[in-house]
């Protein structure tokens, strides 16, 4: 298709693991968003790509939390030493230009769950 | 601080009467606002946005949105919904950084 893909759509780990979600955006598109969704609240920014551009680490929560994407396209959340508090739905978003006002297409999600 | 707010967590109505939908945004919050919806099982998708001109917004559906800066609200408005409206709705800002900042999300429950 031609949307955004996510993957896995459920990861259920240990406290303590490591994770890593994947991002596919929408071919042509330079921004790429990673979202966090905890159960009952609205959706927490993550990070932000943009071209080549270093990317918008300001919503990242700790350290433990990185993202890359390789060649402009292909996204990884990389989740160091999970904590049953990073349970939660991950949502990436793709958008065509380099504006936040543009319209941002989302993925499906990863649920995650840590126990 | 910046915040976008949704009054109501639930909103359940009967089928063909009109829905509103409510947000406030906080004064720090700039005046680039967004309606979006996730249909169950489905990805988050724009319904509208209002990033400047009339403060009517037409969307997708059906759906608009009224930007009132005196009361620093965008509710979502619908003159008659449909069991295919049935839905979460998100009511977003842009905060100083230009990132979506978030409310809390709106479930439209369509009563028959």
């Known amino acids: 298709g031609a949307g955004v893909s996510q993957s896995p759509s459920n990861k259920v780990t240990e406290k303590g693991k490591d994770v890593e979600l994947r991002c596919d955006p929408i071919s042509g598109h330079t921004a790429l968003y990673w979202y966090r969704q905890s159960l009952g609240q609205g959706l927490e920014f993550l990070i932000y790509?943009?071209?080549?551009?270093?990317?918008?680490k300001s919503g990242l929560p700790s350290d433990r939390f990185s993202a890359e994407r390789t060649g402009g396209s292909v996204s990884t959340l990389t989740i160091q030493r999970t904590q049953q508090e990073d349970s939660a739905v991950y949502l990436c978003a793709s958008s065509l230009g380099g504006s936040t006002t543009d319209t941002q297409y989302f993925g499906p999600g990863t649920r995650l769950t840590v126990l | 601080a910046q915040s976008v707010t949704q009054l109501d967590s639930q909103v359940p109505v009967f089928e063909e009467a009109p829905v509103e939908l409510r947000c406030n945004y906080s004064s720090s919050v700039s005046v680039y606002l967004f309606w979006y919806v996730q249909y169950p099982n489905q990805g988050l998708q724009l319904l509208l946005k209002?990033?400047?001109?009339s403060t009517l917004v037409k969307g997708i559906n059906g759906f608009e949105a009224e930007f009132n800066k005196s009361q620093t609200s965008f509710h979502l408005r619908k003159p008659s919904v449909h069991i295919s409206d049935t839905a979460e709705y998100f009511c977003?800002?842009?905060?100083?950084?230009?990132?979506?900042?978030w409310g809390a999300g709106t479930k439209l429950i369509i009563k028959p």
């Open positions: 209002y990033l400047s001109g």
């Open positions: 977003a800002g842009m905060d100083s950084n230009y990132q979506l900042i």
């Open positions: 790509f943009q071209g080549n551009s270093a990317p918008d």
